[in-house]
């Protein structure tokens, strides 16, 4: 005995079937569209003021013709504006330019042209640089400041016999890459003189000091260095030539 349980009976499936064999679908209800009843936004207020609304209390833009009631107004504030912001606008470009200039100086500056001096302040410290020849410093009187040499191809001559000599230390600072390096120092107990040297390939004669071949790194200083009221520091950098520092008088 079979026993059909809870299954419908097979006229009642057939009676859910409509007249072309398919069963009946209810198709869900259509969305509202959101954007059918909104028109374009409100256009932005014709007023200078930032807390005024794009719409009225009834939601209607609002058209306040005394805020630009005609269009030679509007022009006349946009002129006033122009006149405004031109001065500021010439100051800033003519800083701007002002700007490059010192800029391709500076750049233009650095670079080393033959036979020719750049001498330069900077802070009461003064710089020389040269290429190709030779520098000689103190054939007048003149007033020693720290300072800082560069030579490339050249000898450097420095007398410091007829140099004012500040108190203090005093710090000189020699470089050669090719060439002889010549400082005559005064033979005086009131100034105190050190000097560091460092040379690769030469001689060098500091004070009563002298060595040669190469790799030759000295630093000699006169006695009671450290009491004197004023003091010079040479530091001499050669990679090719001859360093001496000489006492005179």
């Known amino acids: 005995m079979l026993f059909r349980g809870n299954r419908p009976k097979r006229t009642d499936r057939q009676a859910d079937h409509g007249a072309d064999g398919w069963n009946s ?15 374009p936004p409100p256009a932005p207020p014709l007023t200078d003021d930032p807390a005024a ?107 410091l016999t007829k140099a004012q000599i500040p108190s203090g230390e005093t710090k000189l600072y020699i470089s050669s890459f090719i060439g002889d390096v010549k400082v005559f120092v005064p033979n005086d107990a009131n100034i105190g003189v050190q000097v560091v040297s460092s040379c690769l390939i030469g001689d060098v004669s500091i004070l009563d000091q002298k060595r040669g071949g190469l790799f030759n790194q000295t630093t000699v200083e006169t006695l009671s260095y450290q009491d004197t009221e004023k003091k010079v520091v040479l530091v001499v950098s050669s990679f090719i030539g001859d360093v001496r520092v000489t006492k005179v008088g």
């Not at 679908?25 to 028109?39: E, R, S």
């Open 25 to 39: 679908v209810t198709p869900p209800p259509v969305p509202p569209n959101p954007f059918q009843h909104h028109g």
């Open 53 to 159: 609304s794009f719409t009225n209390a009834n939601g209607a833009p609002v058209n306040d013709p005394a805020a630009y009631s005609d269009e030679r107004e509007r022009q006349s504030h946009a002129q006033e504006r122009q006149q405004h912001s031109d001065p500021y606008r010439q100051e800033r470009d003519q800083y701007r330019q002002h700007y490059r200039d010192e800029r391709h100086a500076h750049h233009h500056g650095r670079h080393w042209h033959k036979d020719h001096w750049k001498d330069r302040w900077h802070e009461g410290k003064q710089s020389h640089s040269r290429f190709i020849g030779d520098i000689f410093l103190g054939n007048d009187y003149w007033e020693l400041r720290p300072m800082n040499i560069s030579m490339f191809i050249g000898d450097t001559t420095i007398d």
